[in-house]
């Protein structure tokens, strides 16, 4: 009997488990001291494991530089990788803290989802790889062919508006992930391979012919991707925002990994600030004083996760581009921090 | 007079009697149980809004955006995401009907020959069985989809079967398609007429075989009218069926008809997987049937095709389908592993992409299990029935 009313009791607390019981993030994290963060299941530049099991990538540093801000060391965070289609649920259901999985960031993603992107780590735009023996030069000749896409996307729809704008026909060839949609493009299923443009120069070094392939000029979309948080918990949500605007300042300001211990005494206020030698601001966002020291120190500022993971030196061969400071002609811009 | 109406009241109401109490356990237990559900339904709710997602069915009236290579409806990226439902759900139902249609006929020939006297068919049968019963159906359809279609030549040089007629490559298999033109309505009615002629003549065949025991040859004689009047019909209308040859332009064939591979080889991996189980069903149902039914047939001179039909079948189906129905339902089930090969079935398109792009998980869930729930629930609501028909013929 005694177990009877402990099973009914322990059903009716589950029963009224209310909405108002949301415990917020940043306690989460520090009581379970890591970080758990969603990312990709596998693409090369923005989040992959390397040949020692250790996960690597822009993606990734975008969560390391969060643990750092948050617990102070940029290897507490546990990665769940998460096929595209998973990625929302996990955020929405807590499986994961925070989100940095090339995610494009929509106004339905924003408004429907129960999320909020704190921001772009990286400006992309999506375009198609072609095999160079098909005498395909430009996207406008696509007319009736198969592409492979991975299913879940924004790639998905914007494949399809673009069609339908150019009033041409095609067939989708769906797979759950990008390596399955390597496979179909190299086995001839489909004709062309769409993605964003960063993922294709990922994909076609994966290719047993990478000159047989050629990426088509056109870039069919907008895709900026960022990290992105639950809705409702506001200290998490700016956290998360900050820790990357935060590099981004760094290297406005020429802060960086190697001279960042040199920067704890420069007279620079706007320095100070980002180091965290002057004007309180972790306190202000529920983090310790050296959260920016933390950051720079352990991940480095913006350029240096750039051009680790996906610049010219890199298999992926990316220019900045877009993605370069605002200073440089780019679009990458930050709010001050002060 | 006190006394009375209190052992009235005893009757109907009295919580020492068991029946009583058993109904008021029952109201309670039930009480309980919409309680629960009510309160789960409200916390969900709340808890959706708190976060800020979105709720409702409103969405499968939305534009889905999206395109889908298999669609028996019309459609097109401007269809709704209620459409996209209805086009997963056809294509799931596509699936498992060519499969349990395939998997059956197949299922019977190995299972028969299971049982023949003949050593190497026998044996043939068995190790078939043993392979393809013990391997994962995954694994089948990740075999047939990727070595051994996704190795078949590009577009540009592919297989031609049939003088030019059939062709087979990487993007599926390609057949004439048949095309009807004016006259057609006269060589349909006449294909409806010989259909009724058949019938009538299977009738009568049958009465006089039960009033005289003469056979008379009616397969023979309905192939004969069955051709004879589509072959006189259509040369006297002008030969209105004509065919549309596939052909090689742009980047792929055009025109006929075609079989996408992700649908070829779910199909083949769902009827091989299942045809095993069906084979065993049918070789330990006809081995239910005990021997001495054999013999007594034996002694009645009854041929061997007379022993299977009359005797032995009608008994064994009583073992059979209850067991088969099982292997229906889990083939309709398995359909949804089409997610890995992207063909595009219900859990594919419908708890795959239009879930993602809404984000609206418990409605999309919720319906694709109440799918499979109401397929699986008039399957067997149909072989029930078909049992108790079956049912009957024992004596």
Redesign the interface.
Same mark, same amino acid.
Request: with cysteine; aromatic share 10%; glycine share 8%.
């Given at each position: 009997m005694k177990k009877l009313a402990t099973v009914a009791a322990s059903i009716a607390a589950a029963l009224t488990f209310s909405a108002a019981a949301q415990a917020a993030t940043l306690d989460d994290v520090q009581s379970r001291d890591t970080l758990r963060c969603g990312v990709s299941d596998g693409l090369p530049g923005f989040s992959v494991t390397d040949s020692d099991g250790n996960w690597v990538g822009l993606d990734v540093d975008t969560c390391k530089a969060v643990a750092a801000a948050v617990l102070g060391d940029a290897d507490k965070v546990e990665f769940v990788s998460l096929t595209a289609v998973e990625r929302f649920t996990a955020l929405q259901s807590g499986e994961v803290d925070m989100l940095s999985r090339n995610t494009t960031w929509t106004t339905t993603r924003d408004a429907s989802l129960g999320i909020n992107f704190t921001g772009t780590n990286y400006y992309d735009g999506q375009g198609f790889l072609i095999n160079t023996d098909l005498g395909v030069t430009s996207a406008t000749e696509l007319d009736g062919a198969a592409v492979c896409v991975a299913s879940g996307t924004t790639t998905e729809l914007n494949l399809a508006d673009y069609f339908e704008a150019q009033g041409m026909s095609f067939e989708p060839v769906l797979y759950d992930t990008s390596d399955q949609t390597v496979a179909g493009f190299e086995a001839g299923r489909c004709d062309v391979l769409t993605s964003d443009t960063s993922q294709l120069a990922a994909l076609r070094i994966q290719l047993s012919d990478p000159e047989g392939a050629m990426i088509l000029p056109e870039i069919i979309s907008k895709e900026p991707l960022g990290p992105a948080v639950r809705q409702g918990d506001d200290q998490w949500f700016n956290i998360v925002k900050w820790a990357l605007f935060l590099q981004v300042n760094a290297e406005e300001y020429g802060v960086s990994s190697s001279n960042v211990d040199d920067m704890l005494e420069s007279d620079d206020p706007n320095v100070s600030r980002i180091v965290g030698t002057s004007g309180d601001l972790g306190s202000l966002l529920g983090l310790p004083s050296d959260w920016g020291y933390q950051i720079i120190s352990q991940v480095g500022n913006y350029a240096e996760m750039f051009e680790r993971n996906v610049g010219p030196d890199t298999p992926l061969e990316l220019e900045r581009g877009t993605n370069a400071l605002w200073t440089d002609g780019g679009i990458m811009y930050a709010p001050p921090v002060r | 007079m006190k006394h009375n109406l209190n052992s009235t009241q005893r009757s109907w109401f009295n919580i020492n009697d068991p029946r009583v109490r058993s109904v008021i356990y029952q109201i309670l237990i039930i009480l309980g149980v919409i309680w $629960?559900v009510m /309160? *789960?339904a409200g !916390?969900v709710v $709340? !808890?959706?809004? $708190? =976060? #800020? *997602?979105?709720t409702g069915f409103r969405f499968l009236g939305e534009r889905a #955006?999206? @395109?889908? &290579?298999q669609a028996l409806i019309e459609y %097109? %990226? +401007?269809s709704t995401y209620g459409r996209v439902f209805f086009v997963g759900l056809l294509n799931t139902l596509l699936v498992s009907a060519m499969g349990i249609v395939a998997a059956t006929f197949l299922g019977l020939f190995v299972g028969l020959g299971r049982l023949t006297p003949n050593w190497l068919v026998r044996k043939i049968c068995m190790v078939y069985i043993e392979i393809f019963r013990n391997i994962p159906v995954l694994l089948q359809i990740f075999f047939w989809y990727?070595v051994v279609l996704? /190795?078949l030549? =590009?577009?540009n040089q592919s297989i031609a079967l049939l003088g030019d007629l059939v062709f087979i490559n990487? =993007?599926g298999a390609y057949a004439p398609r048949p095309i009807l033109e004016s006259g057609i309505g006269i060589l349909t009615t006449m294909l409806i007429l010989a259909v009724v002629a058949v019938i009538a003549l299977t009738i009568w065949a049958r009465r006089r075989k039960r009033d005289t025991g003469e056979e008379f040859p009616v397969l023979w004689t309905s192939l004969g009218i069955l051709v004879g009047t589509m072959t006189v019909g259509y040369i006297a209308t002008g030969q209105p069926l004509v065919f549309e040859i596939p052909e090689l =332009? #742009?980047? &792929?064939f055009?025109g006929g008809m075609r079989l996408r591979?992700e649908l070829l080889a779910l199909w083949l991996a769902l009827t091989i997987y299942t045809s095993t189980f069906i084979a065993e069903i049918i070789r330990s149902g006809i081995q239910s049937v005990s021997h001495g039914q054999t013999e007594a047939c034996r002694a009645l001179s009854l041929s061997e095709r007379q022993r299977m039909k009359l005797v032995v079948l009608p008994q064994a189906l009583r073992v059979i389908v209850p067991p088969l129905t099982s292997q229906y339902l889990n083939l309709t089930k398995n359909s949804s592993l089409a997610?890995?090969i992207?063909y595009?079935d219900l859990v &594919?398109?419908f708890q @795959? /992409?239009a879930? +993602?792009? /809404? @984000?609206q $998980?418990i409605e999309i869930v919720g319906m694709t299990m109440a799918v499979y729930l109401l397929i699986s629930l008039l399957v067997s609501a149909f072989m029930n029935w078909f049992n108790k028909r079956v049912a009957l013929v024992e004596r």
């Amino acid at each position: 009997m005694k177990k009877l009313a402990t099973v009914a009791a322990s059903i009716a607390a589950a029963l009224t488990f209310s909405a108002a019981a949301q415990a917020a993030t940043l306690d989460d994290v520090q009581s379970r001291d890591t970080l758990r963060c969603g990312v990709s299941d596998g693409l090369p530049g923005f989040s992959v494991t390397d040949s020692d099991g250790n996960w690597v990538g822009l993606d990734v540093d975008t969560c390391k530089a969060v643990a750092a801000a948050v617990l102070g060391d940029a290897d507490k965070v546990e990665f769940v990788s998460l096929t595209a289609v998973e990625r929302f649920t996990a955020l929405q259901s807590g499986e994961v803290d925070m989100l940095s999985r090339n995610t494009t960031w929509t106004t339905t993603r924003d408004a429907s989802l129960g999320i909020n992107f704190t921001g772009t780590n990286y400006y992309d735009g999506q375009g198609f790889l072609i095999n160079t023996d098909l005498g395909v030069t430009s996207a406008t000749e696509l007319d009736g062919a198969a592409v492979c896409v991975a299913s879940g996307t924004t790639t998905e729809l914007n494949l399809a508006d673009y069609f339908e704008a150019q009033g041409m026909s095609f067939e989708p060839v769906l797979y759950d992930t990008s390596d399955q949609t390597v496979a179909g493009f190299e086995a001839g299923r489909c004709d062309v391979l769409t993605s964003d443009t960063s993922q294709l120069a990922a994909l076609r070094i994966q290719l047993s012919d990478p000159e047989g392939a050629m990426i088509l000029p056109e870039i069919i979309s907008k895709e900026p991707l960022g990290p992105a948080v639950r809705q409702g918990d506001d200290q998490w949500f700016n956290i998360v925002k900050w820790a990357l605007f935060l590099q981004v300042n760094a290297e406005e300001y020429g802060v960086s990994s190697s001279n960042v211990d040199d920067m704890l005494e420069s007279d620079d206020p706007n320095v100070s600030r980002i180091v965290g030698t002057s004007g309180d601001l972790g306190s202000l966002l529920g983090l310790p004083s050296d959260w920016g020291y933390q950051i720079i120190s352990q991940v480095g500022n913006y350029a240096e996760m750039f051009e680790r993971n996906v610049g010219p030196d890199t298999p992926l061969e990316l220019e900045r581009g877009t993605n370069a400071l605002w200073t440089d002609g780019g679009i990458m811009y930050a709010p001050p921090v002060r | 007079m006190k006394h009375n109406l209190n052992s009235t009241q005893r009757s109907w109401f009295n919580i020492n009697d068991p029946r009583v109490r058993s109904v008021i356990y029952q109201i309670l237990i039930i009480l309980g149980v919409i309680w $629960a559900v009510m /309160t *789960i339904a409200g !916390n969900v709710v $709340a !808890n959706l809004e $708190a =976060r #800020g *997602i979105a709720t409702g069915f409103r969405f499968l009236g939305e534009r889905a #955006g999206f @395109g889908v &290579s298999q669609a028996l409806i019309e459609y %097109s %990226s +401007n269809s709704t995401y209620g459409r996209v439902f209805f086009v997963g759900l056809l294509n799931t139902l596509l699936v498992s009907a060519m499969g349990i249609v395939a998997a059956t006929f197949l299922g019977l020939f190995v299972g028969l020959g299971r049982l023949t006297p003949n050593w190497l068919v026998r044996k043939i049968c068995m190790v078939y069985i043993e392979i393809f019963r013990n391997i994962p159906v995954l694994l089948q359809i990740f075999f047939w989809y990727y070595v051994v279609l996704q /190795t078949l030549p =590009r577009p540009n040089q592919s297989i031609a079967l049939l003088g030019d007629l059939v062709f087979i490559n990487v =993007r599926g298999a390609y057949a004439p398609r048949p095309i009807l033109e004016s006259g057609i309505g006269i060589l349909t009615t006449m294909l409806i007429l010989a259909v009724v002629a058949v019938i009538a003549l299977t009738i009568w065949a049958r009465r006089r075989k039960r009033d005289t025991g003469e056979e008379f040859p009616v397969l023979w004689t309905s192939l004969g009218i069955l051709v004879g009047t589509m072959t006189v019909g259509y040369i006297a209308t002008g030969q209105p069926l004509v065919f549309e040859i596939p052909e090689l =332009r #742009g980047f &792929s064939f055009d025109g006929g008809m075609r079989l996408r591979p992700e649908l070829l080889a779910l199909w083949l991996a769902l009827t091989i997987y299942t045809s095993t189980f069906i084979a065993e069903i049918i070789r330990s149902g006809i081995q239910s049937v005990s021997h001495g039914q054999t013999e007594a047939c034996r002694a009645l001179s009854l041929s061997e095709r007379q022993r299977m039909k009359l005797v032995v079948l009608p008994q064994a189906l009583r073992v059979i389908v209850p067991p088969l129905t099982s292997q229906y339902l889990n083939l309709t089930k398995n359909s949804s592993l089409a997610v890995a090969i992207g063909y595009p079935d219900l859990v &594919s398109v419908f708890q @795959g /992409t239009a879930l +993602n792009q /809404t @984000g609206q $998980a418990i409605e999309i869930v919720g319906m694709t299990m109440a799918v499979y729930l109401l397929i699986s629930l008039l399957v067997s609501a149909f072989m029930n029935w078909f049992n108790k028909r079956v049912a009957l013929v024992e004596r």
